[in-house]
């Protein structure tokens, strides 16, 4: 009924679907009224003899008049696939088509009569070839096809029972019911191509605003090639660093545009040359240094590219970023700066920190004094550098240095180690409190949100301090306990200072005990799994429930996943404990009503394991729990080591029937090309979004918003995690996020209390 025309579901645009439905029919205006004409020539030509010229001619003028007021409506209706079609206008598409069968229909009632009976079946084969006709050539509009077959279809029924001829009256009916189904069915599979074309092409209008947002927010300029090495979709950016147009760099190679004179003669520079293997090995790089010549000057180009594959897994090209260094580069200072200074930061290397934190200790020793070292780990930088990419990992970097550099005063000297820890020497460091009060201002100072290319950003910072000479009379002793204490503050989570305790040591043999531990830990039934629910945002109904790992040791007690899960991933043993945690999750869920599905975090050392798949198919068989309430989570971070391994494996869990969560989405550049090539059912909104668009936050606001509807667009669900507050649920809600997840509704909870849930109302958190 829907495909008619004759009922509007409540799901879906049909307004919209109905319009892209009758946008075809102008293209085939031409050919439908030249069957017309032919056919209504047949007849004049079949009954010239036997019918009165004006009764023919009338007849002619009649259907003419019904076609040329049929082609302007269709006219009208030619761009309804850009905008709704309204039901006034179908009624006058209908009533068009009615008019038509109705001149049709007349020969048959008004002309056979008059006519021989082989006159009267030519006219009847006339007529079928014109409701085949309809069928083949307007498949957009089944309820017209349906009018015109059944009028002129009816009338032809009823002609031939006037006259006696029963075998041709049921010919015809049986006729009619072909042409009927037919011209249904064709417009179904009509209609399902062209929601699925507008989708591709909404879809790929989508990916593309984000690229070229990208592209106009940055310093940089994007670059693209095919796998023969010739530039490809050229960004204005990128030609104007060449001085030439897009037109005249598209499909010239890369290399080429950038050699100059050496393009001709083969004499490339080493750097040039070392760009051009990597290409040709098809090897990725990031920050390479090339010389160029652009207009016959030499310049220095920054270069960063990764190799593209396309939906078959096949090498499809590069795809990167560039800058021109040519200043930096050339600068002899810059190139001494470079030797002992980092060159993303501008902070003191670790070469430089190293010779300072010498000098201190020497100072200590002559003075007898006491310096001091403190080294700082952010938090939560992995997951950003991963999820958005080095580009913005690195800016990141550069704004932490700044913040770091203004709490410094003549008695300090931040540097960066590598990666994402800094260091900071005290060289008077006989004020004990100085070292705890430089700690926590740098904790304090790098735990604000930072704003990077468009991104709120929330990290931290984690830091360890060791005193000399007390905690060590070298500098690579001191720097190691630092470091011991630099754990310590990590493996409670983050967010504190510790200084060196000769008990690290001990500590440091405790992680080696833990290890043991966890190794025994699934033979000895220490593990078990906590549920936390996911509602619906609209009704608060449970839609499904996040497995949780929790262990319990003999040894340890209770251990924080936070200090067991990172231990587990290193060692390899997250795949046997990963492969436990789908069996007992599927084994609960089945439990649970039809519909309430299980969510299974996974890691990128499961991911990767070549049993994988097949853990889950056993998972899933030895419990009985149907594919479609299994739902794995990952992380963007698992496409940074290994992205076509990865995608390999998830979409062999897509064709099972389970379900992919996108979890801690950042909408980074890097994200669009996972969710182009994957068909991922939800995407989670990271907690610190969250948090941020309650308080109001412009930029956390717009990024739900955009997440939102980009997962509306492709057809993908949002769940919004760490929702602790009613006002925040209210604002989630009016972002249009689908669930909801988070303290406010339930926190992780076992097996039975999860059970039990499904005998009455969630509660809220803040519920009597």
Same mark, same amino acid.
């Given at each position: 009924?829907?495909?008619?025309?004759?009922?509007?579901?409540?799901?879906?645009?049909?307004?919209?679907?109905?319009?892209?439905?009758?946008?075809?029919?102008?293209?085939?205006?031409?050919?439908?009224?030249?069957?017309?004409?032919?056919?209504?020539?047949? !007849?004049?030509?079949?009954?010239?003899?036997?019918?009165?010229?004006?009764?023919? !001619?009338?007849?002619?003028?009649?259907?003419?008049?019904?076609?040329?007021?049929?082609?302007?409506? *269709?006219?009208?209706?030619?761009?309804?696939?850009?905008?709704?079609?309204?039901?006034?206008?179908?009624?006058?598409?209908?009533? &068009?088509?009615?008019?038509?069968?109705?001149?049709?229909?007349?020969?048959?009632?008004?002309?056979?009569?008059?006519?021989?009976?082989? *006159?009267?079946? %030519?006219?009847?084969?006339?007529?079928?070839?014109?409701?085949?006709?309809?069928?083949?050539?307007?498949?957009?509009?089944?309820?017209?096809?349906?009018?015109?077959?059944?009028?002129?279809?009816?009338?032809?029924?009823?002609?031939?029972?006037?006259?006696?001829?029963?075998?041709?009256?049921?010919?015809?009916?049986?006729?009619?019911?072909?042409?009927?189904?037919?011209?249904?069915?064709?417009?179904?599979?009509?209609?399902?191509?062209?929601?699925?074309?507008?989708?591709?092409?909404?879809?790929?209008?989508?990916?593309?605003?984000?690229?070229?947002?990208?592209?106009?927010?940055?310093?940089?300029?994007?670059?693209?090639?095919?796998?023969?090495?010739?530039?490809?979709?050229?960004?204005?950016?990128?030609?104007?660093?060449?001085?030439?147009?897009?037109?005249?760099?598209?499909?010239?190679?890369?290399?080429?545009?950038?050699?100059?004179?050496?393009?001709?003669?083969?004499?490339?520079?080493?750097?040039?040359?070392? +760009?051009?293997?990597?290409?040709?090995?098809?090897?990725?790089?990031?920050?390479?240094?090339?010389?160029?010549?652009?207009?016959?000057?030499?310049?220095?180009? %920054?270069?960063?590219?990764? &190799?593209?594959?396309?939906?078959?897994?096949?090498?499809?090209?590069?795809?990167?970023?560039?800058?021109?260094?040519?200043?930096?580069?050339?600068?002899?200072?810059?190139?001494?700066?470079?030797?002992?200074?980092?060159?993303?930061?501008?902070?003191?290397?670790?070469?430089?920190?190293?010779?300072?934190?010498?000098?201190?200790?020497?100072?200590?020793?002559?003075?007898?004094?006491?310096?001091?070292?403190?080294?700082?780990?952010?938090?939560?930088?992995?997951? !950003?550098?991963?999820?958005?990419?080095?580009?913005?990992?690195?800016?990141?970097?550069?704004?932490? &240095?700044?913040?770091?550099?203004?709490?410094?005063?003549?008695?300090?000297?931040?540097?960066?180690?590598?990666? *994402?820890?800094?260091?900071?020497?005290?060289?008077?460091?006989?004020?004990?409190?100085?070292?705890?009060?430089?700690?926590?201002?740098?904790?304090?100072?790098?735990?604000?949100?930072?704003?990077?290319?468009?991104?709120?950003?929330?990290?931290?910072? &984690?830091?360890?301090?060791?005193?000399?000479?007390?905690?060590?009379?070298?500098?690579?002793? +001191?720097?190691?306990?630092? *470091?011991?204490?630099?754990?310590?503050?990590?493996?409670?989570?983050?967010?504190?200072?510790?200084?060196?305790?000769?008990?690290?040591?001990?500590?440091?043999?405790?992680?080696?005990?833990?290890?043991?531990?966890?190794?025994?830990?699934?033979?000895?039934?220490?593990?078990?799994?906590?549920?936390?629910?996911?509602?619906?945002?609209?009704?608060?109904?449970?839609?499904?429930?996040?497995?949780?790992?929790?262990?319990?040791?003999?040894?340890?007690?209770?251990?924080?996943?936070?200090?067991?899960?990172?231990?587990?991933?290193?060692?390899?043993?997250?795949?046997?404990?990963?492969?436990?945690?789908?069996?007992?999750?599927?084994?609960?869920?089945?439990?649970?009503?039809?519909?309430?599905?299980?969510?299974?975090?996974?890691?990128?050392?499961?991911?990767?394991?070549?049993?994988?798949?097949?853990?889950?198919?056993?998972?899933?068989?030895?419990?009985?729990?149907?594919?479609?309430?299994?739902?794995?989570?990952?992380?963007?971070?698992?496409?940074?080591?290994?992205?076509?391994?990865?995608?390999?494996?998830?979409?062999?869990?897509?064709?099972?029937?389970?379900?992919?969560?996108?979890?801690?989405?950042?909408?980074?550049?890097?994200?669009?090309?996972?969710?182009?090539?994957?068909?991922?059912?939800?995407?989670?909104?990271?907690?610190?979004?969250?948090?941020?668009?309650?308080?109001?936050?412009?930029?956390?606001?717009?990024?739900?918003?955009?997440?939102?509807?980009?997962?509306?667009?492709? %057809?993908?669900?949002?769940?919004?995690?760490?929702?602790?507050?009613?006002?925040?649920?209210?604002?989630?809600?009016? +972002?249009?996020?689908?669930?909801?997840?988070?303290?406010?509704?339930?926190?992780?909870?076992?097996?039975?209390?999860?059970?039990?849930?499904?005998?009455?109302?969630?509660?809220?958190?803040?519920?009597?």
């Amino acid at each position: 009924m829907a495909v008619l025309g004759l009922k509007e579901p409540a799901e879906g645009d049909w307004a919209r679907m109905r319009g892209l439905q009758y946008s075809s029919l102008a293209r085939v205006s031409v050919a439908r009224g030249l069957a017309h004409g032919i056919a209504a020539l047949a !007849v004049l030509q079949l009954y010239y003899q036997s019918i009165h010229p004006a009764a023919l !001619v009338g007849w002619a003028v009649m259907l003419a008049a019904s076609l040329f007021y049929g082609a302007r409506i *269709d006219k009208t209706l030619g761009d309804t696939d850009r905008r709704r079609i309204s039901r006034d206008e179908v009624k006058r598409q209908t009533l &068009s088509a009615t008019a038509n069968a109705v001149a049709w229909a007349l020969p048959l009632a008004a002309f056979a009569p008059y006519g021989s009976p082989s *006159d009267h079946l %030519e006219l009847w084969a006339i007529c079928a070839m014109l409701m085949t006709a309809s069928a083949v050539l307007l498949p957009a509009v089944p309820l017209g096809n349906l009018l015109f077959a059944g009028i002129v279809g009816g009338a032809a029924v009823v002609s031939f029972l006037f006259s006696a001829s029963m075998e041709m009256a049921l010919l015809s009916l049986a006729f009619l019911i072909v042409v009927g189904l037919g011209a249904v069915e064709n417009a179904r599979f009509f209609l399902t191509a062209r929601i699925a074309e507008a989708a591709m092409a909404e879809k790929s209008e989508v990916v593309s605003m984000l690229l070229r947002e990208f592209e106009e927010g940055e310093a940089d300029w994007l670059w693209q090639i095919d796998p023969s090495r010739r530039v490809r979709s050229a960004s204005p950016r990128f030609a104007f660093a060449l001085g030439l147009s897009p037109d005249e760099i598209e499909g010239k190679p890369f290399i080429q545009l950038i050699a100059g004179a050496a393009w001709e003669t083969g004499q490339f520079p080493s750097s040039l040359h070392d +760009l051009a293997e990597r290409l040709k090995r098809r090897e990725s790089f990031s920050n390479l240094l090339v010389r160029v010549s652009i207009n016959g000057q030499q310049r220095w180009w %920054e270069l960063s590219g990764t &190799s593209k594959l396309d939906e078959n897994g096949n090498f499809d090209g590069f795809r990167g970023v560039g800058s021109d260094v040519t200043e930096q580069r050339e600068s002899s200072d810059k190139i001494a700066h470079m030797a002992r200074y980092d060159t993303l930061t501008g902070l003191p290397n670790r070469m430089m920190v190293t010779e300072a934190l010498g000098e201190a200790m020497r100072y200590a020793d002559q003075w007898r004094t006491r310096c001091a070292f403190l080294m700082i780990d952010l938090d939560r930088f992995k997951a !950003v550098n991963d999820t958005l990419g080095h580009l913005v990992g690195d800016q990141l970097l550069a704004r932490v &240095s700044e913040r770091l550099k203004s709490i410094m005063t003549d008695n300090e000297l931040v540097g960066r180690l590598g990666g *994402d820890e800094f260091a900071i020497v005290i060289r008077d460091a006989t004020d004990h409190n100085r070292v705890s009060r430089v700690a926590e201002a740098a904790i304090e100072l790098l735990s604000r949100p930072y704003e990077v290319d468009h991104h709120t950003l929330y990290i931290g910072a &984690s830091v360890g301090s060791a005193l000399g000479p007390r905690d060590g009379s070298t500098v690579e002793t +001191l720097m190691r306990n630092a *470091d011991l204490a630099l754990y310590r503050s990590k493996e409670e989570g983050g967010g504190v200072h510790h200084g060196y305790e000769p008990s690290l040591h001990q500590e440091a043999e405790e992680r080696r005990k833990l290890e043991f531990s966890l190794r025994r830990a699934l033979e000895k039934g220490e593990m078990m799994l906590n549920f936390q629910p996911v509602v619906d945002a609209k009704d608060e109904s449970i839609v499904s429930f996040e497995a949780l790992l929790r262990w319990n040791s003999e040894e340890h007690g209770m251990v924080s996943p936070a200090k067991f899960i990172p231990l587990a991933e290193d060692t390899r043993l997250i795949v046997p404990i990963g492969e436990w945690v789908l069996r007992e999750a599927c084994r609960e869920a089945v439990n649970w009503p039809n519909g309430v599905k299980v969510a299974v975090n996974v890691s990128g050392e499961q991911l990767l394991d070549r049993g994988f798949i097949a853990s889950v198919v056993g998972a899933l068989s030895s419990s009985g729990l149907p594919p479609q309430r299994l739902e794995i989570e990952v992380t963007e971070s698992i496409f940074v080591r290994d992205a076509s391994t990865a995608r390999a494996a998830l979409e062999q869990i897509m064709a099972l029937g389970c379900g992919i969560a996108l979890d801690d989405f950042g909408t980074g550049y890097s994200s669009l090309a996972y969710i182009r090539n994957l068909r991922f059912s939800t995407i989670k909104v990271d907690r610190s979004f969250v948090q941020g668009a309650a308080m109001g936050n412009a930029e956390s606001l717009a990024i739900i918003r955009a997440v939102v509807a980009m997962a509306e667009s492709l %057809e993908m669900s949002t769940t919004a995690e760490g929702v602790e507050t009613e006002h925040q649920l209210d604002v989630i809600r009016q +972002l249009g996020c689908r669930k909801i997840q988070g303290y406010y509704y339930g926190r992780p909870m076992p097996a039975l209390e999860a059970s039990n849930l499904f005998g009455g109302r969630l509660r809220r958190a803040n519920a009597g």
